[in-house]
């Protein structure tokens, strides 16, 4: 059973930093993909960050490049996403997601299958 559980959220002022943490377990790891996501009162859940360990690849939104850091631990089945110089509108419940990429080539921050049941970040001005 894949399960996926966040952790790290709070609050914290402009400017400031988070680090947010997924403990995923039940899938094989290098198997998959996994994604932060989040999503802001009345907006569309949107793709933060994504990385597919096979292959490496790895996406970031435009609104967080140069901000945020995705990066594993694989031996303790832990994804982080580290949050620096953070804005109000980062503010969001973030998620962490994962997505089946066996035999699978294609890669994006869209449309995963598995999602914990997020973390609030609330950046204050």
């Known amino acids: 059973e894949v399960q996926l559980v966040e952790s790290g959220g709070g609050l914290v002022q402009d400017g400031g930093s988070l680090r947010l943490s997924c403990d995923y377990s039940?899938?094989?790891?290098?198997?998959?993909?996994i994604g932060w996501f989040r999503q802001a009162p009345g907006k569309e859940r949107e793709g933060v960050s994504c990385f597919k360990p096979s292959d490496g690849s790895t996406y970031y939104a435009d609104s967080v490049k140069g901000r945020f850091a995705i990066f594993s631990d694989y031996a303790k089945n832990t994804v982080y996403l580290q949050l620096s110089s953070l804005k109000p509108e980062d503010t969001a419940v973030y998620y962490c997601a994962a997505r089946d990429y066996t035999g699978n080539y294609y890669f994006s921050c869209r449309d995963y299958e598995y999602w914990g049941q997020g973390t609030q970040v609330t950046v204050s001005s």
């Open positions: 039940g899938f094989p790891f290098d198997d998959y993909a």
